[in-house]
């Protein structure tokens, strides 16, 4: 049986419908949602556009809430969102109550085609329709309070939730039941920028609080009336199987309810997650090693390197890098690797299920509420409007709660005892259980013409594809744009640049990891200028800014990040690596500053300039740099799963490295005002730093990394 499910098989069809746009809540209030029309889905997810994306609700008691159909996994999407909606509506984003929005068409990410957090791309696709559904909430406010008052709408202001004639006043509660009459007006003149007073400003977060007093619900705290608890065994090796098992001793441990086969493994359900834990023990399983039994971290390296003899699939072809290589005066050629990661979110994985006949009520840190329904549904062979997710706060997610396979053991389970069940994954079931970030296998040529000009880069990517498996009709036709992303869109001044893709799979499936491609190519790209700057006998500053006049948002960050990081002027002892990418519609530059005594490494200060567009909220902004430098720094320096037989080796924190508290660098974060689109903020720091950290490492050595983690390679200690 495999484990996984088909996760494009889950994505339900979705159609274009009309939506109710203004009703009058028991009690009198404002319900008001918008509808994008000409945001078409993308083919391969199927249905069409014009789907409703946002509600707002303003009751008569003067309560306003946000359904935020965003996932907040750490990285603020509550309260930013929030902060588009107040700024239109005139009111402090403390004043709104944020609610997790159900799932349905009517909450698409139109830049995804699905109710999904990922890819940065929660403040971009909120940018403009959040800000439209508070402007058209406020625009029927004040057409309320016009007709009540007899007077122009003209004549009328908003402020602090109530909209103002002279010394008269209205709350927004006070006129909610008479604006839900009227028709949702489609244009509205949304704020000019210079006029915010929220957007662009430091805010506090919206679900601090709730976090420091224990009242925030994470997937993992999920209570239910009557609740039993599971634990789950999977298969040692990945892609092995059950073959049978001896639960006589188990169903006699107690507290013991049921021992059941599911599609993921052997599920033990218990009165409490202990006494179901140590049942599992207990059970006599044998197991199916299947198609893996002999795969290791050698086989891997070996498969990819066999694939990368075939040419690939070209992703960009600017003027003829093959003809200029072998024209070139001087060629420099490098081979970079990079290893499998896991996403170690702090929360292990979890879902709690409540099925019944009629329906199934899920509980769960998801990051897709599209496909996680869907793959309810077709477990249980329902209409997925009686799939109803509840989705919690998550405890870090990182893209892996993207998949789905943590979510049918539970709803199995529930369906087998008649009850709500909870089921965990042990930290070691979510180590060795992962969907890991491809590896890669990478080839690059640069080569330079007699006066020393850059004249040709060419970059020859192999790797597994993610989308292959989780939207197949995505890369039918297509490169995998998941697998080129800081490869593709190279931003040197080079006349001829080539980049090609080879697809190639491992055996195992690999998942959307912090970052996607960009902190496999980031690697190789920046990585390799450095190279090639000292191959001109340039400063690696200097080499890029040379080849960056046609492109100011990457020479802003560039000399941005140099600039306040000193560099070249760096402390005696220490030395600098610098590395720059765009990502999301970021662009960042990244210096690190490190020393090595004695051979051991020490991160002294990590300087990040950023230009993300317009921010909405420069606190969380800075959080989000901050946090994804330290992730990012983690997995260069010690991030790597190991495989032996099929069975991941790496099963705790004690072997799966994490950055520490007294390891973090000093952080500066230099954040640039920018009047583009916003750009996304969770991921691009995570790519940057590993480059910037080997190169620096190299100005320290004289001695290059072409493969990660630091602390294998046998350079510095770590």
């Not at 180590?431 to 060419?458: C, I, M, N, S």
Request: proline share 6%; glycine share 10%; with cysteine.
């Amino acid at each position: 049986m495999d484990p996984r499910p088909d996760i494009a098989d889950a994505l339900p069809a979705t159609t274009r419908r009309d939506f109710l746009k203004a009703s009058a809540l028991a009690g009198g209030g404002l319900v008001l949602g918008i509808t994008l029309g000409g945001c078409a889905k993308p083919a391969a997810l199927g249905g069409a556009g014009g789907q409703p994306v946002a509600w707002l609700r303003i009751g008569g008691d003067d309560r306003i809430t946000v359904l935020v159909d965003r996932s907040e996994m750490g990285q603020g999407v509550y309260t930013a969102l929030t902060q588009l909606i107040a700024e239109e509506l005139g009111i402090a984003p403390s004043r709104i109550q944020v609610e997790s929005a159900p799932v349905g068409a009517a909450y698409l990410n139109a830049l995804l085609g699905a109710q999904i957090t990922g890819g940065s791309t929660s403040v971009r696709d909120a940018w403009e329709k959040l800000r439209k559904a508070g402007a058209q909430a406020r625009t029927m406010l004040v057409q309320a309070a016009a007709a009540h008052w007899g007077v122009k709408e003209a004549a009328l202001k908003v402020e602090d939730g109530a909209v103002l004639h002279g010394s008269e006043r209205l709350t927004y509660g006070q006129l909610a039941e008479a604006a839900a009459k009227l028709p949702v007006p489609d244009k509205v003149a949304l704020k000019d920028p210079k006029d915010f007073t929220t957007v662009g400003k430091p805010q506090p977060r919206l679900d601090t609080a709730s976090k420091v007093d224990g009242s925030a619900v994470y997937g993992i705290d999920v209570k239910l009336p009557g609740m039993l608890h599971a634990a789950l065994a999977q298969p040692p090796a990945l892609g092995g199987k059950l073959v049978s098992f001896d639960a006589k001793a188990a169903e006699a441990m107690p507290g013991v309810r049921k021992v059941l086969a599911t599609a993921s493994g052997v599920v033990v359900v218990a009165d409490h997650w202990w006494q179901a834990k140590k049942a599992l023990a207990a059970v006599a399983i044998r197991w199916d090693a299947g198609p893996n039994a002999a795969l290791d971290n050698a086989a891997i390296r070996a498969k990819l390197r066999a694939a990368a003899a075939r040419p690939g699939k070209p992703v960009r072809s600017d003027g003829d890098a093959a003809a200029a290589l072998k024209g070139a005066a001087k060629v420099v050629r490098a081979t970079y690797e990079l290893p499998l990661l896991a996403h170690a979110t702090l929360e292990p994985q979890n879902c709690t299920a409540d099925v019944r006949a009629d329906g199934a009520d899920i509980h769960v840190n998801t990051q897709t509420q599209t496909i996680a329904q869907g793959a309810v549904a077709t477990l249980l062979g329902f209409k997925p409007e009686q799939v109803r997710i509840h989705t919690t706060l998550l405890g870090g997610g990182f893209g892996r709660r993207l998949e789905v396979d943590y979510i049918p053991a539970a709803v199995e389970a529930s369906k087998a005892v008649g009850k709500p069940v909870k089921l965990i994954w042990s930290r070691e079931d979510d180590t060795t259980h992962d969907t890991y970030r491809p590896p890669a296998h990478d080839e690059v040529a640069g080569g330079f013409d007699a006066g020393g000009k850059l004249v040709a880069w060419q970059l020859h990517l192999t790797s597994p594809s993610i989308t292959a498996r989780m939207f197949p009709a995505v890369v039918e036709n297509a490169v995998d744009p998941f697998a080129v992303e800081a490869a593709a869109n190279y931003p040197y001044d080079v006349p001829n640049v080539a980049v090609d893709y080879n697809r190639e799979e491992v055996g195992i499936d690999v998942g959307y990891w912090r970052s996607v491609s960009h902190s496999l190519n980031c690697f190789v790209a920046e990585s390799f200028m450095d190279e090639l700057a000292h191959a001109a006998g340039k400063d690696p500053y200097a080499f890029r800014a040379a080849l960056l006049d046609k492109q100011p948002r990457f020479k802003r960050v560039l000399d941005a990040a140099a600039q306040k990081a000193g560099w070249g002027k760096a402390p005696a002892g220490h030395h600098q690596g610098i590395a720059l990418m765009e990502g999301y519609g970021t662009y960042m530059a990244q210096v690190v500053e490190v020393s090595v005594t004695g051979g051991a490494l020490k991160v002294h200060r990590i300087t990040c300039a950023v230009d993300c567009g317009r921010m909405v909220n420069p606190n969380i902004v800075d959080q989000q740099v901050e946090g994804s430098i330290l992730f990012g720094l983690t997995a260069a320096l010690w991030g790597e799963i190991t495989l032996k037989g099929g069975q991941v080796q790496e099963k705790n924190f004690d072997r799966y490295r994490l950055l520490r508290l007294h390891e973090s660098p000093h952080i500066d974060v230099v954040l640039l005002d920018s009047t583009e689109a916003p750009g996304g903020m969770g991921e691009p720091g995570t790519a940057v730093v590993g480059p910037a950290l080997a190169n620096a490492i190299f100005a320290a050595t004289g001695k290059r990394l072409r493969a990660l983690p630091i602390a294998r390679q046998g350079v510095v200690k770590v």
